[in-house]
């Protein structure tokens, strides 16, 4: 059979817009991989045996440690639910439930395990710096703590201002409530002498011998509970 035969003996040449693969470089790339994958079991375990903690060695493409520029509002997940597909993570490994870092694919249980991991050394190795901090020059310590005094500056005018409006606010809340409590007060006030004059209309209309809702009720309780009074049972 030739090469480009198909299972049924006939020429097949309708499977040229298929991707061809060299298959040369993609061993090339395996084997590459083997050994840096065997470079680093080695290293790992030359690092155990010496009692220390393996980091990703420097390649020299790596930049000095910086501070975090954004911040990170663990406050808005308070309530809230994840879906985690079942197995999705063994241990620490992989995305699971919790709070993941996507440099390092490892997910912690809590924020303060997060914020750890986010200074160790294998993270900073993992996105590409070496763990060291650029020393600061005089120059940028002053334009730094001038920056500072400002934004406090800038804090402490806004609070004035902004102490004065809590303050009309909290003023309009408290009419508000005195207000509500004023109409609350009329619209039971109303209602009680509505009832009075309706209890009245009746008795007017129909005589004494009107049973008004609630009106004998204690004296049905002590007739259902067989007491015919509580008065003195001395003798005149």
Request: aromatic fraction near 6%; include cysteine.
């Amino acid at each position: 059979m030739s090469k480009n035969g198909s299972a049924y003996g006939q020429a097949a040449g309708d499977t040229d817009f298929r991707k061809k693969y060299d298959l040369d470089e993609y061993a090339a790339k395996a084997k590459e991989r083997e050994a840096a994958e065997k470079e680093e079991r080695k290293a790992r375990w030359e690092a155990k045996m010496a009692g220390k903690k393996y980091h990703k060695p420097l390649d020299g493409s790596e930049t000095l440690t910086t501070a975090r520029s954004a911040t990170q509002d663990f406050s808005r997940l308070v309530g809230t639910s994840t879906l985690v597909p079942a197995g999705a993570g063994a241990g620490r490994r992989g995305r699971g439930a919790g709070f993941y870092c996507e440099a390092c694919d490892l997910t912690f249980k809590d924020n303060l395990q997060w914020v750890e991991h986010t200074n160790s050394m294998q993270h900073q190795r993992a996105i590409g710096a070496t763990g060291e901090v650029r020393r600061a020059t005089a120059e940028e310590v002053r334009a730094r703590i001038d920056a500072l005094w400002e934004r406090e500056q800038e804090r402490k005018r806004e609070q004035v201002v902004s102490l004065q409006e809590r303050l009309e606010v909290r003023k309009e809340e408290d009419e508000k409530e005195r207000e509500e409590k004023r109409r609350k007060r009329k619209e039971l006030e109303e209602r009680r002498r509505l009832e009075k004059e309706a209890a009245a209309k009746v008795k007017t209309e129909y005589g004494e011998d009107v049973r008004i809702e609630g009106e004998h009720f204690e004296d049905d309780m002590m007739a259902a509970m067989g007491f015919t009074g509580f008065g003195n049972t001395a003798k005149k």
